[in-house]
């Protein structure tokens, strides 16, 4: 009984010592392809859609157009002038100061949407009203 | 810099023009005229705006052979624009100056949120000029031509050729006399460009007459441009407070010539006859 006793204990000896012994498994970096990350741009130009975002802001209805000057008889930018302005200037002026704050959370126009346009529906307007001084024809079928 | 001066010298020698004939009670001239203006408020935030306008649209014959079926197109061009601009138009949310009624007047220090229901009465005239003296500077014009090589690309990369072009709001519009014999509503499709509309390319708007692809399965006008041509051609609302108005002075002839004349559109015309 004793000496299967110790013959057990010494298989399991045996046994535990041929595990330790085994090296442990080698890690091995995994190869990382460096490669250039592609951002896909997916904001998609549409002379329509960007039109319709004019028309439910009514802009116009301050920035007169057409009209051939930059300025009307009040000062104010025709929609000309927006167009003669740098792209960062009408982003500032339009979207960032939002007219003297008349279309922030508290302001008087707080239900228009133009605190809830995505970058691409302003990069959108922007090109429509910048299009509006370049002369583009626009074709018919 | 000297063209907008010169610009801006001819528009301030038309509104002084406007304002003689208007002293003169001489009938005023151009694209758009209008009386009878007035402002309606109804208290809730809603104006109505009535007037009697008179749209002239002026059609330029350039074609080398002639256009026999002229006549008959502009006619069915007249009735089609009298029809797509009956029943006015209205735009709601729009943030502007608060009107009051009893001084007739906006006061550019209070704000406010408005309906506006435009109840205009139109008579659109679609006549043919014969020399180019009969155009002004505040007309509108459709030039015809024998053919235009512009060629455009649509949202699929699609090559299209262009039966008419318009050079912008509010600008001249130039269309190719064969291409309106098949197509007879692009006439009006180009001037509702001048009118301020733009091009429709969903394939699920073919049934509107802005859709420029070919192939319309319609004509239709939708609400919202209307209401943006209403918008148009009452330019500024605060000109509502005056009893008549014109359209403003867009050189027109100096645009058309301009136009005609760029190689980019690829007009083919009997130059004699733009002089």
């Given amino acids: ?141 | 810099m000297i063209v907008n001066l010169i610009i801006m010298y001819a528009n301030l020698i038309d509104v002084f023009k406007t304002n003689i004939s208007m002293l003169q009670n001489q009938p005023l001239s151009g694209g758009i005229v209008a009386k009878n203006l007035r402002i309606s408020d109804n208290g809730s935030g809603e104006l109505t705006l009535y007037g009697d306008f008179n749209i002239t649209l002026k059609v330029l014959d350039l074609t080398t052979d002639g256009a026999p079926s002229l006549n008959s197109l502009m006619t069915f061009t007249q009735q089609v624009i009298t029809s797509k601009l009956r029943g006015g138009g209205y735009k709601g949310g729009i943030s502007y100056f608060k009107y009051d009624s009893s001084k007739k007047a906006f006061d550019l220090n209070k704000n406010q949120t408005y309906s506006i229901r435009y109840s205009f009465n139109f008579s659109v005239n679609v006549i043919q000029i014969k020399m180019l003296n009969e155009l002004k500077g505040n007309d509108f014009v459709l030039a015809v031509v024998d053919s235009i090589g512009y060629q455009f690309t649509d949202q699929q990369g699609k090559r299209h050729y262009s039966g008419g072009l318009t050079n912008g709001m509010g600008g001249p519009a130039v269309i190719s006399y064969d291409v309106w014999k098949r197509y007879k509503y692009i006439g009006v499709h180009e001037f509702f460009h001048t009118l301020g509309l733009v091009d429709i390319e969903d394939n699920s708007k073919k049934n509107r007459l802005m859709y420029h692809l070919g192939n319309n399965t319609g004509h239709s006008i939708s609400d919202a441009e209307r209401g943006d041509m209403m918008q148009f051609i009452m330019r500024n609302i605060k000109d509502m407070t005056k009893s008549t108005y014109t359209n403003l002075n867009n050189n027109t002839v100096k645009l058309l010539g301009n136009f005609l004349n760029s190689p980019t559109n690829g007009f083919k015309f009997n130059q004699a006859k733009f002089r």
């Fill in chain 1, 1 to 141: 009984m004793v000496s299967n006793l110790i013959k057990l204990s010494l298989g399991s000896l045996f046994i535990l010592s041929i595990y330790s012994c085994k090296g442990k498994p080698k890690y091995v970096k995994p190869i990382i392809e460096k490669k250039e990350k592609k951002v896909i741009d997916t904001c998609r130009y549409y002379a329509y859609d960007a039109g319709q975002i004019i028309s439910n802001l009514s802009c116009k209805f301050c920035h007169l157009s057409p009209d051939v000057a930059e300025k009307d008889d009040r000062g104010w930018a025709t929609f000309r002038g927006l167009a003669r302005m740098d792209s960062l200037k009408i982003v500032d002026y339009t979207f960032t100061k939002k007219h003297k704050g008349w279309f922030s959370e508290n302001g008087p126009y707080k239900t228009a949407r133009m605190d809830t346009l995505s970058d691409c529906e302003i990069r959108n307007v922007i090109r429509y009203i910048k299009d509006s001084d370049r002369n583009i024809p626009l074709p018919g079928q």
